[in-house]
């Protein structure tokens, strides 16, 4: 079955960066389309960023110029670079492809910006 494990959360003060990995099994990974998702307490879940299998990537309004997705098909990883931390990051995020796929969602991982 499909297996996607982040890692890289932590708590970090505003202003700083964090690298998330997301490492995949039992899908061939190349050909998904993947996002970044977070969701904070309180608010419903959303996509900050995504990246199709040709490599086009998009984000949402509120993380462009500081976020960066990349992915690895050799090693089946998705990476979020975070950078320029806000309080208002704070949140777990998660990896999913895109769409994403209810049976898919794993533990995610805490990000907490301090101010």
């Known amino acids: 079955q499909v297996q996607l494990v982040e890692s890289g959360g932590g708590l970090v003060q505003a202003g700083g960066s964090l690298r998330l990995a997301c490492a995949a099994s039992?899908?061939?990974?190349?050909?998904?389309?993947m996002g970044w998702y977070r969701q904070a307490p309180g608010k419903q879940r959303e996509l900050v960023a995504a990246?199709?299998?040709?490599?086009?990537?998009n984000y949402v309004d509120s993380v462009k110029g500081r976020f960066t997705i990349s992915r690895d098909n050799a090693k089946s990883t998705v990476y979020l670079q975070m950078n320029s931390l806000k309080p208002e990051d704070t949140a777990v995020y998660y990896c999913?492809?895109?769409?994403?796929?209810?049976?898919?969602w794993g533990q995610g991982t805490q990000v907490t910006v301090s101010s």
């Open positions: 999913n492809t895109n769409p994403s796929v209810l049976d898919y």
């Open positions: 039992g899908m061939i990974f190349r050909f998904n389309a």
């Open positions: 990246i199709t299998n040709g490599g086009r990537i």
